[in-house]
């Protein structure tokens, strides 16, 4: 089936600096989101991208979608403590009668 | 209500034990969808319904998953003869007419 491959896994930065984290896909997709997940919640969406090329953005998060149709990134800029949770891509096959495919997260830790 | 909302919270059962999950959708929205997310992973399709109809069912891992919407609105997910390697957490989503969709909190199930 289709694989999404996020990266990084995992990222510890410090209060104010800026996070990047990206998305790619074996296949195109004509939809990308962007998930937040915190402990014991479901995903919360942050961020849709439906056109190649978009970039949106969502107060200090920024997205977009890449050109090849093949990848996704998210960036958080000057980042706080709330920011901590596992952050998701999602996206959705040009076909789209198959279902949302997800990434396996990014983790990110924000030390004060 | 305002958001998806999903029954029960945490589930312990037994080996062999049947379990049923409860998913109340966002009232209107037309689609519902039910992922199971392991430990450590994003969250990956189980089924799909749109009204009453189950249109996607390609993600269950086994005979022992069904899930129904009899009447097009709240849908159970049954797990039959429960084994350890069914312990995940369980999101329900549902959307309206765009690719975005809107999950609930999850039913945390751990077979012992």
């Known amino acids: 089936g289709q694989q999404l491959n996020q990266s990084p896994q995992s990222m510890f930065i410090q209060e104010g600096e800026d996070v990047s984290m990206n998305c790619t896909s074996s296949?195109?997709?004509?939809?990308w989101l962007w998930y937040k997940q915190d402990p014991g919640e479901g995903p919360v969406l942050l961020i849709a991208?439906?056109?190649?090329?978009e970039l949106t953005s969502n107060g200090r998060l920024t997205a977009q979608f890449g050109i090849t149709r093949k990848d996704s990134f998210l960036n958080i800029s000057a980042s706080i403590p709330s920011d901590v949770g596992i952050y998701f891509c999602a996206g959705l096959s040009l076909s789209g009668n198959t279902p949302l495919v997800f990434g396996k997260g990014t983790r990110l830790s924000v030390i004060a | 209500g305002a958001g998806v909302s999903q029954s029960p919270r945490y589930k312990v059962a037994k080996r062999g034990q049947d379990v049923a999950l409860r998913c109340d959708p966002i009232s209107g929205h037309v689609s519902l969808f039910w992922y199971q997310q392991a430990l450590g992973q994003g969250p990956e399709f189980l089924t799909y319904f749109q009204n009453e109809a189950q249109l996607d069912k390609s993600g269950l891992p086994s005979d022992r998953f069904f899930a129904e919407r009899p009447e097009g609105s709240v849908s159970t997910l049954k797990i039959q003869r429960t084994q350890q390697e069914d312990s995940a957490v369980y999101l329900c989503?549902?959307?309206?007419?765009?690719?975005?969709?809107?999950f609930g909190n999850g039913t945390r199930l751990t077979v012992t």
């Open positions: 989503a549902s959307r309206d007419r765009g690719p975005p969709l809107h």
């Open positions: 296949s195109i997709f004509n939809t």
């Open positions: 991208l439906y056109k190649a090329g």
